[in-house]
């Protein structure tokens, strides 16, 4: 039988109080490892799909290029990084997260995905705010001002409309993802996951700076409502 509730750690950020516990759920019989900060449940094992998918339709759309860079913005509890490092053109993953804690939860082994995405040799944590170095003239990569990604995938705030912080939102403008089209190399990607349905304006604002814009409507099963939910990967690719 497994322990109904474990609080595997704790502490307070200038974000609100930040919480890794595991729980059995027992309607799914199954242990659901969760990171909570404040109110705000920012990633649950219980539904997962959408995380995957963002790594693999990300890195899928850009075909069969080799030596793939990869940033990811939000490292939660890993399932978008491993689903990137799945893609074997993959040369290097980096990892933003602006939780340092959530980052030495991984290298700790409390989180399930952190002993695969340590032990790999292509991914690289990075301790830093997404937003911050997406603004930034020297760009995502604070050891290599200037450089560029064939990927860059974003899983942070809810949605471009219900954010974790109201400064987020100029990432979410026409001049935001003008920065981002500018940090990829050409015909590179940029996805971003939402737990809201596809959003006209922002897909007209992606396509003001990108190519082959979509809107993917990922489902999955929910047994704890009956029947299934959905998230939004959008896709984006920077001019050829």
Partial sequence: MSIRFQELGWCRTPMGELVLRRRFDPVTRREIDEIKLGDEF??????TDAEVELGRLATARLGDAADLDVVVGGLGLGFTALAV?????????????????????????????GAVLTADPRCRFVHGDFFELARSPDGLDP??????FHAVVVDIDHSPRHLLRPENADFYTPAGLRRVRDGLHPG??????????????????????????????????NPLRGGESTNTVYLASAPE
């Fill in 42 to 47: 920012l990633m649950s094992s219980q539904f």
């Fill in 143 to 148: 050891a290599a001002p200037g450089r560029r």
């Fill in 85 to 113: 490092l799945e893609h074997p053109a993959v040369r290097s993953l980096t990892v933003i997260d602006a939780l340092g804690e959530v980052i030495a939860w991984h290298e700790r082994g409390l989180i399930p995905a």
């Fill in 188 to 221: 590179g990607v940029f996805a971003l996951w939402s737990n809201d349905p596809p959003d006209d304006p922002f897909l007209r604002a992606l396509g003001e700076s990108f190519d082959r814009v979509a809107a993917e409507v990922v489902r999955f099963p």
